[in-house]
């Protein structure tokens, strides 16, 4: 994987708020792997050899089949709803990859799917009113894997006021869906444009979101990087829906490197009261406990959170554990309950609490999470809204 870009800052409270020049330690196997390596895996199908196009190929398989997608751009939208696998030949990350023009839903009854080693990237710049919320991969279904795919450079445009909504990378929505993982992505390069002055003339992104009563959702080993909108921005978030009552449980959010949103590098998130918190756009925030989701059903750890707010929780009621993760400094977060904190903020709202420590010294994964042990640096419980 290539280095990310170097470190660049924007105005905060503090003097500066440190977006973190680290290069991912996240080992993405899948996308450096060879051709041959994947042309070695058992094909039930490929596409276009025995079907043109990708849907077509799904709608001719049986449960359990690996579909395998030749290089080339396929321009369409693919609903799964069958146990089958859909699998690039190329790595995703390459000059030759099998590139979807389009998006991919999983429904209720593809139960045991998974996508691997695709290269998502629609062309289409999604206005205001698009419904329902565009995703690279929609998961409605348990037991799914996406994995070692690149989902990137999604465009949306919601100045016309016809409606606002999110940009997903992955959305794992619905009760009932359980035991879905998202591991060793790429996700990137979002853009969500608008006007932030009119309400609902913008809208946000969501690198990962799990949402309603999903449940033993795992997320790990993924990068999240370079989303901007005029709204807010997620990289992996957890939320409620108005149409499920229920809230997800069970979430593991390991190993993750989180970079590059909403960090004014493209929108002035810091342009108006107390540093831009509180009015669009927002600041972004690698992860994140959104309306009515409960922060004790997240394990949050071995993250670099390299966002402005490398955490932020809504929830008043629960506190959300995000020990051993990497905050940008050795000295751990900004934050009222650590002082000499110099790191990226764990912003709790309301009444919200973050339990942050220990905290890392060096970038994920590291085995050094020893920050605030024992040197009087932070509790590591505290409550910093009222700034």
């Not at 209720?108 to 009113?129: K, N």
């Not at 600041?283 to 932020?312: C, K, M, W, Y």
């Amino acid at each position: 994987m290539s280095q990310l870009p170097s470190s660049q800052t924007v105005v905060s409270r503090r003097a500066v708020l440190k977006r973190g020049a680290v290069a991912s330690a996240i080992s993405i196997a899948g996308l450096s792997a060879s051709s041959g390596a994947a042309a070695a895996q058992r094909c039930n199908i490929v596409v276009p050899d025995d079907y043109g196009t990708i849907q077509d190929a799904v709608n001719g398989a049986n449960n359990g089949d690996t579909i395998c997608i030749r290089q080339g751009t396929y321009d369409e939208d693919v609903t799964v709803n069958k146990a089958v696998t859909l699998r690039g030949r190329n790595s995703p990350n390459g000059n030759n990859p099998a590139a979807l023009d389009g998006q991919i839903e999983i429904t209720q009854d593809g139960e045991g799917a998974s996508v691997r080693r695709l290269h998502i990237s629609p062309s289409e710049t999604f206005l205001g009113g698009t419904f329902p919320d565009p995703a690279g991969v929609l998961v409605k279904a348990s037991d799914v894997v996406i994995e070692n795919t690149v989902i990137e450079d999604f465009n949306a445009d919601l100045s016309n006021g016809e409606g606002n909504f999110t940009l997903h990378g992955v959305q794992v929505f619905g009760a009932g869906v359980s035991d879905v993982t998202v591991r060793n992505n790429v996700i990137r390069g979002f853009k969500s444009d608008g006007d932030a002055t009119t309400w609902p003339n913008y809208g946000g992104i969501a690198g990962v979101k799990a949402q309603a009563g999903v449940e033993n959702v795992t997320i790990e080993e993924n990068e999240i990087t370079d989303h901007h909108s005029i709204g807010w921005v997620w990289g992996v978030v957890l939320t409620s829906s108005d149409s499920d009552s229920g809230v997800p449980t069970d979430i593991t959010v390991e190993k993750n490197h989180i970079s590059g949103l909403n960090d004014s590098s493209v929108y002035d998130v810091f342009a108006s009261a107390n540093d831009g918190r509180d009015a669009a756009p927002y600041p972004g925030s690698a992860f994140g406990i959104d309306a009515h989701a409960d922060a004790s059903e997240a394990t949050v750890r071995q993250n670099n959170l390299l966002a402005p707010n490398g955490v932020e929780s809504k929830d008043g009621d629960g506190t959300l554990v995000a020990e051993c993760n990497w905050w940008d400094d050795r000295s751990g977060p900004t934050h009222d309950d650590n002082p000499d904190g110099e790191g990226i903020w764990a912003l709790e709202r309301g009444s919200a609490t973050v339990d942050y420590t220990p905290w890392l010294i060096a970038p994920a994964p590291s085995n050094a999470c020893v920050g605030g042990k024992g040197g009087g640096i932070g509790n590591g419980v505290g409550n910093s809204a009222n700034q």
